[in-house]
Protein backbone atom coordinates (compact mmCIF):
# COMPACT_ATOMS: atom_id res chain seq x y z
CA UNK A 1 0.00 0.00 0.00
CA UNK A 2 1.26 3.88 -0.52
CA UNK A 3 2.07 5.40 2.22
CA UNK A 4 -0.40 7.40 4.91
CA UNK A 5 -1.27 11.12 3.77
CA UNK A 6 -0.11 13.23 6.64
CA UNK A 7 -3.12 13.44 9.12
CA UNK A 8 -4.44 16.48 10.18
CA UNK A 9 -2.96 17.10 13.88
CA UNK A 10 -4.87 17.99 16.73
CA UNK A 11 -3.75 22.07 16.10
CA UNK A 12 -5.09 21.24 12.23
CA UNK A 13 -8.41 20.25 13.93
CA UNK A 14 -9.05 22.83 15.90
CA UNK A 15 -8.01 25.85 13.38
CA UNK A 16 -11.01 23.67 10.81
CA UNK A 17 -13.55 23.80 13.59
CA UNK A 18 -12.96 27.56 14.32
CA UNK A 19 -13.33 28.07 10.08
CA UNK A 20 -16.53 25.28 10.35
CA UNK A 21 -18.65 27.42 13.09
CA UNK A 22 -18.53 30.60 11.00
CA UNK A 23 -21.38 28.60 8.68
CA UNK A 24 -22.94 26.61 11.10
CA UNK A 25 -22.34 25.28 14.91
CA UNK A 26 -21.18 21.85 16.35
CA UNK A 27 -24.36 19.41 15.57
CA UNK A 28 -25.74 17.52 18.42
CA UNK A 29 -24.90 14.31 19.92
CA UNK A 30 -27.90 12.27 22.09
CA UNK A 31 -28.09 8.99 23.95
CA UNK A 32 -30.91 8.02 22.64
CA UNK A 33 -33.06 5.81 24.71
CA UNK A 34 -34.80 3.46 22.78
CA UNK A 35 -32.00 3.01 20.52
CA UNK A 36 -29.84 2.06 23.41
CA UNK A 37 -32.76 -0.51 24.50
CA UNK A 38 -32.65 -1.48 20.67
CA UNK A 39 -29.33 -2.61 20.72
CA UNK A 40 -29.07 -3.49 24.31
CA UNK A 41 -26.51 -1.16 26.13
CA UNK A 42 -25.28 2.96 26.19
CA UNK A 43 -25.80 4.03 22.39
CA UNK A 44 -25.19 7.82 21.31
CA UNK A 45 -25.66 9.06 18.11
CA UNK A 46 -23.72 11.88 16.04
CA UNK A 47 -25.98 14.31 14.17
CA UNK A 48 -24.11 15.02 11.16
CA UNK A 49 -28.01 14.98 9.42
CA UNK A 50 -28.11 18.37 11.10
CA UNK A 51 -25.60 20.46 9.12
CA UNK A 52 -26.80 22.69 6.70
CA UNK A 53 -26.55 20.38 3.59
CA UNK A 54 -27.70 17.19 5.76
CA UNK A 55 -24.41 15.62 5.90
CA UNK A 56 -20.70 15.99 7.37
CA UNK A 57 -19.18 16.73 4.00
CA UNK A 58 -19.92 20.15 4.09
CA UNK A 59 -17.03 20.66 6.72
CA UNK A 60 -14.16 19.42 4.34
CA UNK A 61 -15.50 21.14 1.27
CA UNK A 62 -15.22 24.16 3.98
CA UNK A 63 -11.73 23.28 4.95
CA UNK A 64 -10.70 22.25 1.01
CA UNK A 65 -11.10 25.89 -0.66
CA UNK A 66 -9.69 27.95 2.35
CA UNK A 67 -6.69 26.08 1.75
CA UNK A 68 -6.67 27.32 -1.73
CA UNK A 69 -7.82 30.10 -0.84
CA UNK A 70 -4.70 30.09 1.87
CA UNK A 71 -2.03 28.84 -0.68
CA UNK A 72 -3.08 31.78 -3.36
CA UNK A 73 -4.36 29.10 -5.73
CA UNK A 74 -8.23 29.34 -5.80
CA UNK A 75 -9.19 28.33 -9.54
CA UNK A 76 -11.20 29.86 -12.27
CA UNK A 77 -13.75 26.63 -12.20
CA UNK A 78 -13.61 23.40 -10.13
CA UNK A 79 -15.00 20.15 -11.00
CA UNK A 80 -15.88 17.06 -9.08
CA UNK A 81 -18.15 13.69 -8.89
CA UNK A 82 -20.52 12.97 -6.37
CA UNK A 83 -23.32 11.03 -5.54
CA UNK A 84 -24.87 13.94 -3.55
CA UNK A 85 -23.54 15.27 -0.36
CA UNK A 86 -19.77 15.75 -1.74
CA UNK A 87 -21.02 17.60 -4.44
CA UNK A 88 -23.58 19.97 -2.42
CA UNK A 89 -20.71 20.67 0.04
CA UNK A 90 -18.55 21.63 -3.39
CA UNK A 91 -21.43 23.52 -4.06
CA UNK A 92 -21.52 25.24 -0.96
CA UNK A 93 -17.54 26.48 -0.76
CA UNK A 94 -17.21 27.35 -4.23
CA UNK A 95 -20.07 29.56 -3.97
CA UNK A 96 -18.55 30.90 -0.77
CA UNK A 97 -15.43 31.93 -2.82
CA UNK A 98 -16.88 32.75 -6.00
CA UNK A 99 -16.12 29.87 -8.00
CA UNK A 100 -17.57 27.61 -10.67
CA UNK A 101 -18.34 24.86 -10.05
CA UNK A 102 -19.36 21.29 -12.27
CA UNK A 103 -20.06 18.49 -10.56
CA UNK A 104 -20.32 15.16 -12.35
CA UNK A 105 -22.78 13.09 -11.12
CA UNK A 106 -23.65 9.29 -12.42
CA UNK A 107 -27.37 8.57 -14.23
CA UNK A 108 -30.06 7.45 -12.16
CA UNK A 109 -28.27 9.44 -8.83
CA UNK A 110 -30.99 10.97 -5.87
CA UNK A 111 -33.04 13.55 -7.74
CA UNK A 112 -33.25 15.53 -4.55
CA UNK A 113 -29.98 15.70 -3.52
CA UNK A 114 -29.25 16.88 -7.54
CA UNK A 115 -31.82 19.29 -7.22
CA UNK A 116 -30.63 20.41 -3.43
CA UNK A 117 -26.78 20.95 -5.70
CA UNK A 118 -28.09 22.95 -8.46
CA UNK A 119 -29.96 25.24 -5.24
CA UNK A 120 -26.24 26.00 -4.08
CA UNK A 121 -25.47 26.96 -7.89
CA UNK A 122 -23.95 23.62 -9.35
CA UNK A 123 -24.10 23.25 -13.09
CA UNK A 124 -24.39 19.65 -13.07
CA UNK A 125 -23.87 16.59 -15.45
CA UNK A 126 -25.16 13.52 -15.47
CA UNK A 127 -22.37 10.49 -16.90
CA UNK A 128 -22.02 7.15 -16.54
CA UNK A 129 -23.81 4.18 -14.80
CA UNK A 130 -21.77 4.63 -11.11
CA UNK A 131 -19.61 7.21 -9.57
CA UNK A 132 -16.39 5.23 -10.76
CA UNK A 133 -17.66 6.21 -14.81
CA UNK A 134 -18.63 9.61 -13.36
CA UNK A 135 -15.39 10.65 -11.51
CA UNK A 136 -13.43 9.64 -13.99
CA UNK A 137 -15.58 12.04 -16.75
CA UNK A 138 -14.99 14.57 -14.38
CA UNK A 139 -11.12 14.23 -14.54
CA UNK A 140 -11.56 14.24 -18.47
CA UNK A 141 -13.58 17.37 -17.99
CA UNK A 142 -11.54 19.31 -15.35
CA UNK A 143 -8.48 18.34 -17.79
CA UNK A 144 -10.52 19.48 -21.38
CA UNK A 145 -11.36 22.60 -19.78
CA UNK A 146 -8.19 23.79 -17.46
CA UNK A 147 -10.70 23.50 -14.39
CA UNK A 148 -9.37 22.39 -10.57
CA UNK A 149 -10.49 18.64 -10.19
CA UNK A 150 -11.15 18.05 -6.82
CA UNK A 151 -10.74 14.63 -5.27
CA UNK A 152 -13.39 12.94 -2.92
CA UNK A 153 -10.67 12.60 -0.45
CA UNK A 154 -7.85 14.19 0.37
CA UNK A 155 -5.41 15.75 3.09
CA UNK A 156 -7.53 19.70 2.97
CA UNK A 157 -10.92 17.25 3.00
CA UNK A 158 -9.92 15.08 5.80
CA UNK A 159 -9.19 18.34 8.38
CA UNK A 160 -12.24 19.79 8.01
CA UNK A 161 -14.32 16.19 8.27
CA UNK A 162 -11.81 15.29 11.59
CA UNK A 163 -14.15 18.44 13.43
CA UNK A 164 -16.93 15.80 13.75
CA UNK A 165 -15.21 13.47 15.21
CA UNK A 166 -12.91 15.82 17.16
CA UNK A 167 -16.87 17.18 18.57
CA UNK A 168 -18.20 13.72 19.31
CA UNK A 169 -15.07 12.20 21.14
CA UNK A 170 -14.66 15.18 22.99
CA UNK A 171 -18.36 15.28 23.97
CA UNK A 172 -18.68 11.55 25.08
CA UNK A 173 -14.92 10.85 26.13
CA UNK A 174 -16.51 7.30 27.59
CA UNK A 175 -17.03 5.97 24.05
CA UNK A 176 -15.69 2.75 23.52
CA UNK A 177 -16.19 2.03 20.04
CA UNK A 178 -17.90 3.78 17.50
CA UNK A 179 -19.28 2.64 14.24
CA UNK A 180 -17.96 4.39 10.81
CA UNK A 181 -19.59 3.97 7.08
CA UNK A 182 -17.21 3.85 4.41
CA UNK A 183 -17.67 5.54 1.00
CA UNK A 184 -14.20 7.41 -0.55
CA UNK A 185 -13.03 7.16 3.15
CA UNK A 186 -12.79 10.45 4.50
CA UNK A 187 -15.07 9.45 7.42
CA UNK A 188 -13.36 6.62 8.44
CA UNK A 189 -9.72 8.73 8.10
CA UNK A 190 -11.01 11.58 9.94
CA UNK A 191 -12.15 9.42 13.00
CA UNK A 192 -8.78 8.03 13.06
CA UNK A 193 -7.44 11.14 12.82
CA UNK A 194 -9.21 12.63 15.39
CA UNK A 195 -8.73 9.59 17.45
CA UNK A 196 -5.05 9.70 17.21
CA UNK A 197 -5.07 13.77 17.91
CA UNK A 198 -6.79 13.46 21.62
CA UNK A 199 -5.20 9.99 22.01
CA UNK A 200 -8.58 8.62 22.38
CA UNK A 201 -9.05 5.30 23.09
CA UNK A 202 -11.99 4.23 21.26
CA UNK A 203 -11.92 1.55 18.48
CA UNK A 204 -12.95 2.18 15.11
CA UNK A 205 -14.84 -0.33 13.23
CA UNK A 206 -15.62 0.72 9.07
CA UNK A 207 -18.77 -0.24 7.63
CA UNK A 208 -18.67 -0.68 4.14
CA UNK A 209 -22.02 -2.17 1.87
CA UNK A 210 -22.12 -5.71 1.36
CA UNK A 211 -23.23 -4.66 -2.07
CA UNK A 212 -20.58 -2.57 -3.02
CA UNK A 213 -16.77 -4.52 -0.77
CA UNK A 214 -14.02 -3.00 -2.35
CA UNK A 215 -12.58 -1.08 0.80
CA UNK A 216 -13.06 -4.80 2.50
CA UNK A 217 -11.30 -6.35 0.07
CA UNK A 218 -8.72 -3.95 -0.75
CA UNK A 219 -8.10 -4.63 3.33
CA UNK A 220 -7.91 -8.03 3.10
CA UNK A 221 -5.50 -8.10 0.13
CA UNK A 222 -3.43 -5.48 0.98
CA UNK A 223 -3.78 -3.25 -2.15
CA UNK A 224 -6.64 -2.35 -4.55
CA UNK A 225 -9.11 -4.60 -5.35
CA UNK A 226 -12.03 -3.50 -7.51
CA UNK A 227 -15.53 -4.94 -6.59
CA UNK A 228 -18.87 -4.41 -8.72
CA UNK A 229 -21.94 -2.22 -6.70
CA UNK A 230 -25.56 -3.55 -6.39
CA UNK A 231 -26.39 -1.46 -3.56
CA UNK A 232 -29.88 0.31 -4.05
CA UNK A 233 -30.23 1.79 -0.73
CA UNK A 234 -26.63 3.34 0.62
CA UNK A 235 -26.12 5.46 -2.82
CA UNK A 236 -23.43 6.97 -0.41
CA UNK A 237 -20.99 3.56 -0.22
CA UNK A 238 -21.10 2.89 -3.72
CA UNK A 239 -17.82 2.68 -4.47
CA UNK A 240 -16.21 1.11 -7.10
CA UNK A 241 -13.04 1.44 -6.34
CA UNK A 242 -10.92 2.19 -3.37
CA UNK A 243 -8.84 4.98 -2.75
CA UNK A 244 -5.10 3.71 -2.16
CA UNK A 245 -4.42 6.69 0.55
CA UNK A 246 -7.64 6.08 2.43
CA UNK A 247 -6.74 2.22 2.61
CA UNK A 248 -3.09 3.30 3.81
CA UNK A 249 -4.56 5.44 6.87
CA UNK A 250 -7.01 2.76 7.57
CA UNK A 251 -5.32 -0.37 6.99
CA UNK A 252 -2.78 0.34 10.72
CA UNK A 253 -5.52 1.94 12.83
CA UNK A 254 -9.20 -0.05 12.05
CA UNK A 255 -10.32 -2.40 14.45
CA UNK A 256 -12.28 -4.55 11.89
CA UNK A 257 -15.00 -4.09 8.66
CA UNK A 258 -18.34 -4.97 9.00
CA UNK A 259 -20.28 -5.72 5.65
CA UNK A 260 -24.49 -4.59 5.54
CA UNK A 261 -27.01 -5.81 3.58
CA UNK A 262 -29.19 -3.42 2.02
CA UNK A 263 -31.78 -5.06 4.03
CA UNK A 264 -30.38 -4.48 7.16
CA UNK A 265 -29.93 -0.79 6.33
CA UNK A 266 -33.63 -0.45 5.73
CA UNK A 267 -34.34 -2.10 9.12
CA UNK A 268 -32.00 0.83 10.56
CA UNK A 269 -33.45 3.82 8.43
CA UNK A 270 -36.85 3.10 10.35
CA UNK A 271 -35.46 2.57 13.91
CA UNK A 272 -33.86 5.79 13.49
CA UNK A 273 -37.28 7.29 12.53
CA UNK A 274 -39.12 5.20 15.09
CA UNK A 275 -36.97 5.75 18.14
CA UNK A 276 -35.75 9.10 17.24
CA UNK A 277 -37.89 11.00 14.23
CA UNK A 278 -34.64 11.74 12.66
CA UNK A 279 -34.61 11.05 8.66
CA UNK A 280 -31.57 8.51 7.53
CA UNK A 281 -30.24 8.23 3.81
CA UNK A 282 -28.66 4.67 3.28
CA UNK A 283 -25.27 5.75 4.40
CA UNK A 284 -26.43 7.75 7.51
CA UNK A 285 -28.21 4.56 8.79
CA UNK A 286 -25.16 1.95 7.63
CA UNK A 287 -23.17 2.86 11.30
CA UNK A 288 -26.41 1.62 13.28
CA UNK A 289 -27.51 -1.22 11.03
CA UNK A 290 -23.29 -2.83 11.63
CA UNK A 291 -23.98 -1.99 15.47
CA UNK A 292 -26.93 -3.64 15.74
CA UNK A 293 -25.56 -6.77 13.39
CA UNK A 294 -22.70 -6.79 16.25
CA UNK A 295 -25.68 -5.95 19.38
CA UNK A 296 -24.76 -9.38 21.47
CA UNK A 297 -20.97 -8.20 21.36
CA UNK A 298 -21.76 -4.87 22.78
CA UNK A 299 -22.79 -5.48 26.24
CA UNK A 300 -21.46 -3.00 28.96
CA UNK A 301 -19.75 -1.15 26.10
CA UNK A 302 -20.70 2.88 25.35
CA UNK A 303 -21.36 2.95 21.61
CA UNK A 304 -20.87 6.07 19.11
CA UNK A 305 -22.84 5.84 15.52
CA UNK A 306 -22.37 8.96 13.26
CA UNK A 307 -25.81 9.52 11.34
CA UNK A 308 -23.31 10.54 8.53
CA UNK A 309 -26.27 12.16 6.14
CA UNK A 310 -30.23 12.74 5.85
CA UNK A 311 -30.30 13.26 2.09
CA UNK A 312 -32.63 10.52 1.07
CA UNK A 313 -35.21 10.78 -1.83
CA UNK A 314 -38.94 10.88 -0.18
CA UNK A 315 -40.59 8.07 -1.93
CA UNK A 316 -37.13 6.01 -1.48
CA UNK A 317 -37.91 6.74 2.00
CA UNK A 318 -41.78 5.98 2.43
CA UNK A 319 -40.88 2.52 1.07
CA UNK A 320 -38.24 1.75 2.87
CA UNK A 321 -40.69 2.75 5.50
CA UNK A 322 -43.68 0.57 4.75
CA UNK A 323 -41.01 -2.10 4.39
CA UNK A 324 -39.97 -2.70 7.57
CA UNK A 325 -42.96 -1.37 9.23
CA UNK A 326 -44.33 -4.99 10.09
CA UNK A 327 -42.35 -4.81 13.58
CA UNK A 328 -39.25 -7.25 11.97
CA UNK A 329 -37.36 -4.15 13.15
CA UNK A 330 -38.31 -3.72 17.20
CA UNK A 331 -35.92 -3.78 19.87
CA UNK A 332 -34.01 -7.04 19.96
Given at each position: ????????????????????????????????????????????????????????????????????????????????????????????????????????????????????????????????????????????????????????????????????????????????????????????????????????GARV????????????????????????????????????????????????????????????????????????????????????????QERD????????????????????????????????????
Open positions: MTHAPLLPSLSDIEAAARLVYEEFPPTPQYRWGLLSERLGTELWVKHENHSPVGAFKLRGGLTYFDQLARRGQLPREVVSATRGNHGQSMGWAARKHGVPCTIVVPHGNSAEKNAAMRALGVHLVEHGSDFQEAREHAMHLATERGAHMVPSFHADLLRGVATYWWEFLRAVPALDVVYVPIGQGSGVCSAIAAKLALGHVGVVSRHATTYADSLAAGRVVAAPVSTQLADGMACRVADAAALAVIAPHIDHIVQVSDAEVGAAMHALFTDTHNTAEGAGAAALAAALQLAGQTVGVALTGGNVDASVFAGVLAAHSSGASSPG
